[in-house]
C-alpha cells in the first residue's frame, strides 16, 4: 500500500512537471536560489504568459 | 558470472529481433501476426540502444557528466530549467511526435509492409536517432544554440543563411500537407466536422480558465478539456444524424480548405493564450492516451497482418502517389525514420533544460526510437485491414472512380478483391456516407486503429465511436501543428521583414502581425488549395514535396554535425553522421531529380504540365475545365521550381561545407569549435 502510495506521488510529481502545471513553483525556486539581487517574482498570470510567448515563438511541435 | 549472465541475455534478445525481422521478411501466403512487428521492432530498438548509442556517446561524443550543462549555469526557471530526465523524455517526445510517424507510414503501405518496416528500424536506429542525439549534444555544449546558429556558426554564414531559408521552405509545405490531411479527413462528413470544430471552443474556455480563473493550472484545464471532447465526439453521432444539422457540417474539401485558412490567420494573429496554448494542452494529452491505446490495441488483439510484404506498386504505379520504391518510399515514410524537423527541437527547448550531459542519450537517442515504434504501430494498423479496403479509401476518384462499384472492379482488377457491398457496409459501420477517395492516410489509420480499439472494448457497437474518436484525436494534433507552425512561420517572416522595414520586425504592432499572418497563411493556404482541387487528390503531389524537404532539412542538421565532429578531430567516427547524411543526399536528389523531369506524368511536375498543355493545345478540355487546367499547369510548374530551389539548396550548402571540410582536412583552415567553456557541474553524481 506504501509503495503504491509512493509510486503515484511520483507518477503525479512527473506529470505535474510535464504537463507544466508545476512551472510557476519552479520558477519561484530558482528565483530564491539565485545568487545577487533578487528580482521581484512575477504574479503566476504574467509568468503564464511570458512562457507561453517564448515557448511559442520557436517551432515547439514537430511534423 | 554477472557479465556472462548480461551477455547472454542480450543475445537472446538479438536473436528474437533477428528472427522475427527474418519472420517479417520472408513470409509470404497467410496474414502474418503483427506480434512479429512488434517483437522485430522493440528487439532492435533494445539493442540499438544498449550498444550503438553507448558507443556514440562514449567515443563519437565523449558525453561528459561532469560538466555543468546550461541549465545548471543558467537556471532562472523560465528559459534554462533544469529537468528530471523523465520528464525531459516526455517533452521532448511529446514535442517531436507529430502526424508524420502516422501518415507516412500509412502511406508507404501501398508498396507493402515490408520496405517501410524495414526503413521504419533501420533508417530510425541508424540515421534519425543519430541526427536528434548528436544535434542535441552539440545544442547542450553551445548553450542551447538553435540549428541556424550553430550552421552559421561552425559551416558559415552561407551555411545559416541556407538553413533558415530550408526551414520556412519546409513549414510552409509542411503545414500545406497538414491541412490536406485533414481536409481529406473531415470531407462530407458531418460527425468528425462537428467534432473537430466543437475543440475549437472547448480550447477558447480552457485559455480563459487558465488566463484569468486559475493562471497556469494546466492539469485543471487540460482535465475539462478531455471530458469535453470525449463528449462532443458522442454528440457528433446525434449532429450526423439530424438531417438540419448534417447539413451544416457537411463541407466539400474546398470550403474545409478556406476554414482551415481562416482558422490559420485566426490562431497566428490572436494572442498566444487564447487558442494556442490551450489546444496544444489539450492535443498532448489525447495525443498520449491514443498512443498508448494502439500500442495495448496492437499487443492485446494481435490483428494479422493482410497485405502482402510488397505489392506490385513498387514498380512505380502506385494509386496513392506515384513513384518506385525507391527514393519514394523513404520519402514518404520521413518523420517515422528520420526527421530535419526534430533538428529544430533538439537545438530549442531540450537542451536547455537537460541536467546532465549523459541525459542526451536517453532523450536525444530513446525518444526517436519510440517515434519510430509509433511508426511501426501505424503500418501494422494500415496494414491489418484488407488490402482492397486500403487502397479503397486512399486512391484517389481520378484513378479508381467515385462509385463503390467502379472502385471495387478497379481494385480487383491490380489483384486485390474487393466487395463494393463490403464497402458501403465499412463506411455505414464507421458512421459516414462513403470511405472513398479518402487520400491522405488519416482516415484509413482511423479505419485501422479504430478496428483494433474495437476489438479490444466495445466490439462493431463502439466502432463508428472509435472511429471518430481516432479522427478526432488526428486532426486535433495535427491543427496545434497548424497553429504553432503559422505562429513561427509569422515570426520568421517578422523578423525577415524587419530587416527591410524595422515597425514590420515588431511582435507588438497590429498592423506588421496581421499582414506576416496573412502573408504565412496565404503561402501555405496557396499549396493548400492546390492540392483540394487537384484531381489526383493533392497528396500525390504534396507529401512527396514534404517528405524532400524534411529530409534535405535533416541532411542540413547532419551537415553541421559532421562538420562539428570534424573539428572535434573525431575522424575515425565520421562515418557515423557521414553514412545517413549521404543517404539522405541520395534519396533527396534523386526523389527531386525525378519529381522534376521524370517522363511519367504522373511522377514528373513538368511532364504533367505539358501532358496537360498538350489536351488543351488538342482541344480535348471541356470549356468548363479550361480555367481549372491553366491553374493546375501553372501549379505544377511553380512545384517543379519549388523542388528545384530545395534540391539547389542542398547543393549549396554541401559545396559551402565541402570547402571548409577540404580546408580543415588539408590543415589549411584552423579548426575553431564555438563550444561554451568547460565548467565543472556543482552537482553530485546522484542529482
Redesign the interface.
Known amino acids: 500500500m506504501l509503495f503504491l502510495l509512493r509510486a503515484f506521488r511520483i507518477f503525479w510529481r512527473a506529470l505535474r512537471e510535464w504537463s507544466g502545471d508545476a512551472a510557476y513553483e519552479r520558477y519561484l525556486c530558482a528565483l530564491q536560489g539565485g545568487r545577487g539581487e533578487t528580482p521581484a517574482p512575477l504574479s503566476p498570470t504574467d509568468f503564464y504568459l511570458e512562457q507561453l510567448e517564448r515557448r511559442y515563438a520557436t517551432p515547439s511541435r514537430c511534423c | 558470472m554477472k557479465r556472462v549472465l548480461s551477455a547472454g541475455i542480450w543475445l537472446v534478445v538479438g536473436v528474437c529481433g533477428a528472427g522475427a525481422l527474418a519472420a517479417i521478411a520472408f513470409h509470404r501466403g497467410e496474414g502474418l501476426s503483427a506480434t512479429w512487428f512488434v517483437l522485430a521492432a522493440v528487439c532492435c530498438y533494445l539493442v540499438a540502444y544498449r550498444f550503438y548509442s553507448a558507443f556514440v556517446a562514449a567515443r563519437v561524443l565523449a558525453l561528459d557528466n561532469s560538466r555543468a550543462t546550461p541549465a545548471e549555469r543558467h537556471?532562472?526557471?523560465?528559459?534554462f530549467?533544469p529537468?528530471?530526465k523523465?520528464?525531459l523524455f516526455?517533452?521532448h517526445f511529446?514535442?517531436?511526435?507529430?502526424?508524420?510517424p502516422l501518415v507516412g507510414p500509412t502511406l508507404a503501405a501501398q508498396f507493402g509492409y515490408l520496405p517501410g518496416t524495414l526503413w521504419l528500424i533501420a533508417g530510425a536506429v541508424l540515421g534519425g536517432c543519430v541526427q536528434d542525439f548528436v544535434i542535441l549534444f552539440c545544442s547542450i555544449r553551445r548553450d542551447g544554440k538553435?540549428l541556424g546558429q550553430m550552421a552559421r556558426e561552425e559551416v558559415g554564414r552561407r551555411g545559416g543563411f541556407l538553413a533558415q531559408l530550408a526551414?520556412l521552405t519546409i513549414m510552409v509545405i509542411?503545414l500545406a500537407v497538414?491541412g490536406l490531411v485533414i481536409v481529406n479527413a473531415l470531407k462530407s462528413s458531418p460527425w468528425a466536422t462537428f467534432t473537430l470544430a466543437m475543440t475549437i471552443p472547448i480550447a477558447l474556455l480552457m485559455g480563459v480558465y487558465?488566463?484569468?480563473w486559475r493562471?497556469?493550472?494546466?492539469?485543471e484545464a487540460?482535465a475539462l478539456g478531455v471530458v469535453l471532447i470525449v463528449f462532443v465526439v458522442v454528440a457528433g453521432q446525434w449532429v450526423s444524424q439530424a438531417p438540419s444539422w448534417a447539413r451544416v457540417f457537411t463541407l466539400s474539401g474546398t470550403a474545409l480548405a478556406f476554414a482551415i485558412i481562416a482558422y490559420g490567420f485566426a490562431a497566428s494573429a490572436l494572442p498566444?493564450?487564447l487558442l494556442?496554448?490551450p489546444r496544444?494542452?489539450l492535443s498532448?494529452?489525447i495525443k498520449a492516451g491514443a498512443v498508448l491505446a494502439l500500442a495495448g490495441g496492437i499487443l492485446i488483439v494481435r490483428p494479422a497482418v493482410q497485405m502482402p510484404a510488397l505489392t506490385r506498386f513498387v514498380d512505380g504505379s502506385g494509386p496513392v502517389f506515384a513513384g518506385k520504391v525507391f527514393p519514394f518510399c523513404f520519402i514518404t515514410i520521413?518523420?517515422g525514420a528520420v526527421?530535419g524537423?526534430?533538428a529544430?527541437?533538439s537545438s530549442?527547448?531540450t537542451p536547455k533544460m537537460i541536467l546532465r550531459e549523459g541525459h542526451a542519450r536517453f532523450i536525444g537517442y530513446g525518444a526517436m526510437l519510440l517515434e519510430s515504434f509509433v511508426g511501426v504501430m501505424a503500418m501494422v494498423a494500415a496494414c491489418a485491414m484488407p488490402p482492397g479496403v486500403y487502397f479503397a479509401i486512399n486512391s484517389p476518384a481520378g484513378i479508381v472512380g467515385s462509385t463503390a462499384q467502379s472502385a471495387a472492379a478497379t481494385i480487383s482488377s491490380w489483384g486485390f478483391p474487393l466487395n463494393p457491398t463490403a464497402m458501403v457496409e465499412l463506411a455505414r459501420g464507421v458512421g459516414e456516407q462513403t470511405l472513398l477517395n479518402r487520400a491522405g492516410g488519416a482516415p484509413s489509420l482511423a479505419v485501422g486503429m479504430a478496428q483494433i480499439f474495437s476489438n479490444t472494448i466495445g466490439g462493431p457497437r463502439l466502432l463508428s465511436i472509435w472511429y471518430h474518436f481516432a479522427i478526432m484525436f488526428e486532426a486535433l494534433?495535427i491543427l496545434?501543428?497548424l497553429d504553432?507552425?503559422t505562429?513561427?512561420g509569422r515570426?520568421m517572416l517578422q523578423e525577415l521583414g524587419g530587416r527591410v522595414w524595422k515597425p514590420l520586425g515588431s511582435h507588438g504592432w497590429t498592423p506588421g502581425i496581421l499582414v506576416t499572418s496573412a502573408a504565412i497563411v496565404g503561402l501555405w493556404g496557396y499549396f493548400l488549395y492546390q492540392g483540394v482541387v487537384d484531381p489526383l487528390g493533392g497528396i500525390n503531389l504534396l507529401w512527396p514535396l514534404?517528405g524532400i524537404a524534411?529530409q534535405l532539412l535533416a541532411a542540413v542538421a547532419l551537415v553541421v554535425a559532421t562538420t562539428i565532429l570534424i573539428k572535434m578531430g573525431r575522424w575515425r567516427w565520421l562515418w557515423v553522421t557521414l553514412t545517413p547524411m549521404c543517404a539522405l543526399v541520395t534519396v533527396t536528389m534523386t526523389a527531386s531529380y525525378q519529381k522534376i523531369f521524370h517522363p511519367d506524368p504522373r511522377i514528373g511536375l513538368l511532364s504533367n504540365a505539358s501532358a496537360l498543355a498538350g489536351q488543351l493545345a488538342a482541344g480535348s478540355i471541356p470549356a468548363a475545365r479550361v480555367a481549372e487546367v491553366h491553374r493546375l499547369i501553372f501549379s505544377q510548374r511553380l512545384d517543379a521550381v519549388v523542388c528545384a530551389v530545395l534540391a539547389l539548396m542542398i547543393v549549396a550548402l554541401l559545396a559551402e561545407a565541402g570547402r571548409l571540410w577540404y580546408g580543415l582536412i588539408t590543415r589549411q583552415i584552423r579548426p575553431v569549435l564555438h563550444e561554451s567553456p568547460y565548467i565543472a557541474t556543482r552537482w553530485a553524481a546522484g542529482d
Open positions: 537556471d532562472d526557471g523560465r528559459d530549467v529537468t528530471n523523465w520528464v516526455g517533452h511529446a514535442a517531436i511526435a507529430g502526424p508524420g538553435s526551414v509542411l497538414v487558465l488566463r484569468y493562471p497556469g493550472r494546466v492539469l487540460s498566444v493564450w494556442l496554448a496544444d494542452y498532448a494529452f520521413a518523420c526527421s524537423f526534430h529544430l527541437i530549442g527547448t494534433f496545434t501543428v504553432a507552425g505562429r513561427v515570426f514534404f524534411n
